[in-house]
């Protein structure tokens, strides 16, 4: 249950900052192709970020900082435009039940947050384990190599709640081939089996080319999913992963591109790409994670809501070439997931918006985002006597009233959160209130 560290790399990785300091402190651009798995810095990249200090700059002359923070996210329907149908979608992050977070421990996860967040049309997440019966539970790790993941029936029927919980689950992400093509498509049997939706994993090639729309409130929308990579993990079946390498310098978009044509020629209204990508434990995206969002923008994506960082990433509204206005979500950071010494994965958010569908006031009928609310959401994971916890999701703004549970360290840790991370990088403006600050 216990969460492993290395003091060793811990000690090697601090080494490593001061030799290599801006290196460690600055995102570097990237050459060709990326993969943390294989390359011994990386690693120890990883270790500094994770262990010791999220990377909380974005790259040098980039001007990344300054864009978000004048980020202008309203979403207000235009001016005559009539509605005729609606749905409201909420989406979270990382779904990584492991380590303390069993179903002993979370009988109370979702009840601080489950009116903003469950009660939507469609609630979705980013299923980031593989739920086989046959392998060990947990983070499983040998050293030097990236852990597997695998959790429980139980906790995968805590996030369902028999149907009213989580309702679309993302599986394609670096953990879903942890346990080889049985975890994964045992994992697909699981969710089938629920009745669950969900995307980005498959058994067929037919399945692959296959896009998943599921209609509420007469709205039709296309629900994608892909992740930038394997852990180095190598799969003769390609059609078994949506894996679209968006960390690279020139990734080959040309599956979504084919989805997303799909997607509208059997009448999407709305297209939704849950993206598994970036850097883990940094704060902002790299340019090119940016590039890519707006080339798969452009492509007729409506919303992109991306996870794998671990922290939360800025939000930016985008105006793409046919006139829409597009919705990415950088990285919506941990949700269910356990990190204790990184300190900045535990505020993350849950976006909540609505698709409209209407006729605008010359009488074209379109599909528009609008509504767009925002709640931080601070993961507790209490400790009781022995390896007990109590481990739920919170309104942040309700924890910084009441921080019972919390340890003093963590106490100490809440205004910087407040200030620095939530005010200054993640939503540095609140155009119409935004915000949502109760659940």
């Not at 409201?88 to 947050?113: H, N, P, Q, Y």
């Not at 269910?336 to 609505?354: A, E, G, I």
Request: aromatic share 10%.
């Amino acid at each position: 249950m216990k969460y492993k560290t290395s003091k060793a790399v811990i000690a090697a990785a601090k080494l490593a900052s001061v030799v290599m300091w801006n290196e460690f402190r600055y995102p570097q651009p990237v050459k060709g192709r990326y993969d943390v798995a294989v390359n011994k810095k990386e690693k120890l990249k990883w270790a500094y970020r994770c262990w010791v200090h999220q990377l909380e700059t974005a790259e040098k002359g980039s001007g990344i900082e300054e864009y978000f923070a004048s980020q202008e996210l309203d979403f207000s329907l235009p001016r005559g435009f009539v509605t005729e149908r609606e749905m409201t979608m909420t989406a979270a992050g990382d779904l990584m039940a492991v380590d303390c977070l069993t179903e002993e421990s979370t009988k109370r996860l979702f009840d601080g947050i489950r009116n903003f967040y469950m009660d939507a049309d469609l609630t979705c997440a980013n299923l980031e384990s593989c739920i086989w019966e046959k392998a060990p539970v947990g983070r499983n790790q040998v050293l030097g190599q990236p852990p597997k993941m695998n959790t429980t029936r139980g906790m995968f029927d805590r996030f369902w709640e028999n149907g009213h919980g989580i309702g679309y689950f993302s599986t394609a992400n670096n953990h879903c081939y942890d346990y080889g093509e049985e975890g994964l498509r045992a994992t697909l049997d699981v969710l089938d089996e629920k009745g669950a939706l969900h995307s980005g994993t498959n058994r067929t090639p037919g399945e692959q080319e296959d896009v998943l729309i599921t209609e509420i409130n007469g709205i039709r929308t296309a629900l994608l999913s892909y992740t930038f990579d394997m852990n180095g993990n190598e799969y003769e079946k390609k059609y078994l992963i949506n894996e679209v390498r968006f960390n690279d310098e020139n990734p080959d978009l040309s599956m979504v591109e084919r989805h997303v044509k799909l997607a509208r020629e059997r009448g999407a209204d709305l297209v939704a790409a849950f993206i598994h990508w970036g850097w883990e434990f940094e704060m902002y995206p790299h340019k090119n994670v940016m590039e890519a969002a707006r080339k798969v923008m452009d492509m007729g994506v409506d919303v992109i809501l991306g996870s794998h960082p671990h922290v939360s990433q800025p939000m930016e509204r985008y105006t793409a070439r046919d006139g829409r206005q597009c919705l990415t979500v950088y990285s919506l950071g941990d949700f269910v997931s356990y990190h204790p010494l990184t300190k900045n994965s535990k505020l993350t958010y849950v976006v909540r918006f609505k698709a409209a569908r209407g006729r605008d006031k010359d009488g074209a009928e379109r599909t528009l985002l609008h509504g767009l609310k925002v709640l931080p959401v601070y993961i507790l994971c209490e400790e009781k006597e022995g390896e007990e916890y109590d481990c739920r999701l919170l309104p942040f703004y309700e924890v910084l009233k009441d921080p019972r549970g919390l340890t003093e360290e963590e106490k100490r840790d809440l205004k910087r959160l407040e200030e620095h991370v939530w005010k200054k990088i993640l939503l540095p403006r609140d155009p119409g209130g935004i915000i949502q600050a109760e659940a």
